[in-house]
């Protein structure tokens, strides 16, 4: 999965398949890519709904690519991610960095 921080705006969560969201009982699932809000505005949290043009949002933009490991959490339908601060459960790699 790759996570774009767009500059002036949302998160993009960039995905092989489709996610799967669960939100007061309900789930939802929605095609890839999924832009979550940045700014806080939107009125279809956690979703962008690009109110942050018009309040003149501002960020820097950066990149995360994050990588599934395979053969693990066979009994579970959930992914899971490599990262270093996560003792070795998930593996985060920087791709490209902006930030202002
Ligand atoms: S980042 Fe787009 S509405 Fe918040």
Do not use: W, Y
Request: hydrophobic share 30%; net charge positive.
């Amino acid at each position: 999965m790759k996570i774009t921080f767009r500059e002036n705006g949302p998160i993009i969560l960039h995905t092989e398949s489709e996610l799967s969201f669960r939100s007061g009982g309900a789930e939802d699932k929605k095609p890839s890519p999924v832009k979550l809000c940045r700014c806080g505005q939107s009125s279809n949290k956690p979703f962008c709904d690009s109110t942050h043009r018009r309040i003149g949002f501002e960020a820097g933009a950066a990149e995360l690519e994050v990588v599934p490991i395979r053969g693990r959490c066979s009994n579970s339908s959930s992914s899971v991610f490599e990262t270093p601060s996560a003792r070795n459960t998930t593996r985060v790699r920087p791709l490209r960095r902006a930030l202002r």
